[in-house]
């Protein structure tokens, strides 16, 4: 299945594009991909805090919040976009 990770903000500079399509096996959890997707350590440190994600992420799969997806246990389905944001500020 082909899964598209959609990076906005400074993300997109930290990962290197707008978005990325990747291919993942049927049925892999979308804390794998986001695992995979944080390919070096200043990556990963942009996501992750341990095995948890930063709390200051935003997590979007195919629009709706990760938590009604399952967290980053949820399956991925192919075709998911999933979009990655940090929590921004402003006035």
Do not use: W
């Amino acid at each position: 299945m082909f899964v598209k990770v959609k990076f906005f903000a400074y993300f997109r500079e930290t990962f290197g594009a707008k978005e990325r399509e990747i291919e993942f096996p049927a049925g892999a959890m979308i804390g794998a991909l986001l695992d995979a997707v944080a390919d070096t350590p200043s990556r990963r440190a942009e996501l992750f805090d341990g095995p948890a994600l930063k709390p200051h992420l935003i997590i979007l799969v195919n629009g709706a919040s990760l938590s009604s997806r399952g967290g980053l246990a949820g399956a991925l389905r192919d075709g998911d976009v999933v979009a990655v944001f940090p929590m921004m500020g402003g006035g």
